[in-house]
């Protein structure tokens, strides 16, 4: 499975903790941030916070045992262009998931939503034979699902609730995706003084327990919800809930109200 987000920790912060179960199930993850987050300081320069935000995101990976893949933008430079896209679509088609997680299409910024068109583009170009990757990479056939996350604060740019369609249960791995986003040890100031975060895993914390609290089961959550299914896999295809079972809830709500809008 392949996660691919906008900047290093976002993965950790949305994502690591459906991540951590999987991996623990026997699955190969993979995690690409598209940026480099060379503009996540305020002291250093954009080449040196690049540098030192490349290894935390090693390190992140590492401690939950994910294959990490290098960035090929830079902060505010996430564009939803042709020779963004080709490399994407090259990452995609060499890890050759059957998942894709990505980040929800609304969002509080665009480095987000782009990286979200991205990534679907992406995923819907694996099996075209005439689309040239860069590098080049032989198109795949594999059936996909593609799951966007919770966005960060749990609304969209408008403020609205995005409400989700499953709830991961991370609470036993609720530790260990604190540790994965301390790896991230340069964003402490740095989320304080742009976004007010004064804790960012206390922060990351708090997104977790009201994805709890909506679940109505879980003590900490993370949110998905399945991207269309055309171009993709079969429409009843849900693999993270085969793959977590009783760790994942689907969202009657959710379920009934898509109905009411067909």
């Not at 020779?83 to 995609?92: F, M, Q, Y």
């Not at 609205?160 to 991961?168: A, L, N, Q, T, Y």
């Not at 079969?234 to 809830?249: H, I, K, T």
């Amino acid at each position: 499975m392949l996660a691919i987000a906008a900047h290093p920790d976002d993965i950790e912060f949305m994502m690591a903790g459906t991540l951590i179960l999987l991996a623990d199930e026997g699955w190969q993850v993979h995690c690409l941030n598209l940026s480099s987050g060379n503009l996540g300081s305020m002291n250093l320069p954009p080449a040196k916070t690049a540098q030192v935000r490349r290894k935390e995101a090693q390190n992140a990976a590492r401690s939950i045992n994910a294959t990490w893949h290098p960035s090929i933008c830079n902060d505010l430079q996430i564009f939803y262009d042709d020779r963004t896209l080709r490399r994407v679509a090259a990452i995609v088609r060499e890890t050759d998931p059957s998942i894709v997680l990505t980040h929800s299409p609304d969002d509080y910024m665009e480095d987000h939503m782009n990286t979200a068109r991205l990534a679907v583009t992406a995923t819907f170009a694996r099996g075209v034979p005439g689309y040239r990757t860069v590098p080049s990479r032989t198109p795949v056939q594999t059936a996909v699902t593609i799951y966007h996350g919770s966005p960060h604060g749990l609304c969209d740019g408008l403020r609205r609730r995005v409400v989700p369609e499953g709830f991961v249960d991370t609470t036993s791995v609720q530790e260990r995706k604190r540790e994965a986003l301390g790896c991230h040890r340069s964003q402490r100031d740095w989320l304080d003084a742009t976004q007010g975060m004064n804790s960012y895993i206390a922060t990351m914390d708090e997104f977790a327990r009201r994805l709890g609290s909506m679940s109505r089961r879980f003590r900490y959550a993370e949110g998905w919800r399945r991207h269309l299914h055309y171009g993709f896999g079969d429409e009843q295809a849900d693999p993270l809930s085969d793959a977590l079972e009783g760790r994942y809830l689907i969202n009657a709500r959710y379920t009934r109200a898509l109905k009411t809008h067909v």
